[in-house]
């Protein structure tokens, strides 16, 4: 009933027939609001993994995501940004590589379709398959996790705001949504610099992430130094680490304490802390 001539020409108006699922809603919103930035939620260039995306090699990756790569292709000219589900799986550091390295699987995918802004979407509580989890995400997690999204791509951070009715006497939602808005507050003291720079990523995530190293990333902004986010998540909160990394053909010496989140503007001998 296709019409195909061949298999592949089957298979590509397969993956268009089943975009229109997703892209119909696109384009009524579009009639109806033809001023808004309009993304769906759900469907992602690289959909989300399990933890077990750890081990995956290269065959791994194509094997198991052709299909978010093929139907993607089709909901790409529909949308202005593009959602990427960046939820806490578990409460330990592993959590952290696991968003980093999903957006560095989609945003290389979406780059060769658009040049389309990618929007980190983070929750506060943990992720779970039984809804009727309730914990909610460490406050080392919840610093780490905003940060890492703009060091790994992403152009913004959103919020899932949907919560269960709050009954009287129970715990108010989202007790660390301070923790969350202050590394939000960070990432804008710095946001005219990264935004005029360039995102260095000098290992993968995926590489950090089985090596369990600290994560160290950095922005490089011409004229003006370097901009570094640096992580030792895997060393407990009494403990300091250094880290060092290139800015400009000099090394930059960043201090790591516990499981905080460093945030420093290195330019010529001056390291400023944020």
Known sequence: SSG????????????????????????????????????????????????????????????????????????????????VENYIPTQTPDSIFYIALHLEENIARARKLSNKPVYSYQWLRRYSVDWRNKEFVEPYLVEAAVLTAYFSGATAVVLWGHEDTTLAGAPLPYPHLDVFVRALARIASVSHLIGAGTLVKDETAQALWKAQRPLLRKFVVPGNGCVVMAQNLWQSASEESMGSIDCAGKTVQVKMKGRESTLVHAVGGDVVSY
């Open 4 to 83: 195909a001539a061949d298999f592949q020409a089957f298979e590509d108006a397969y993956w268009k027939e089943w975009a229109t699922w997703f892209v119909k809603p696109l384009q009524w919103t579009r009639e109806r609001y033809p001023q808004a930035k309009i993304g769906i939620f759900g469907p992602q260039p690289f959909y989300k993994e399990t933890m077990s995306v750890r081990t995956f090699g290269n065959r791994e990756m194509e094997r198991y995501h052709t299909f978010d790569r093929k139907l993607w292709s089709h909901i790409d000219p529909y949308v202005d940004f593009i959602v």
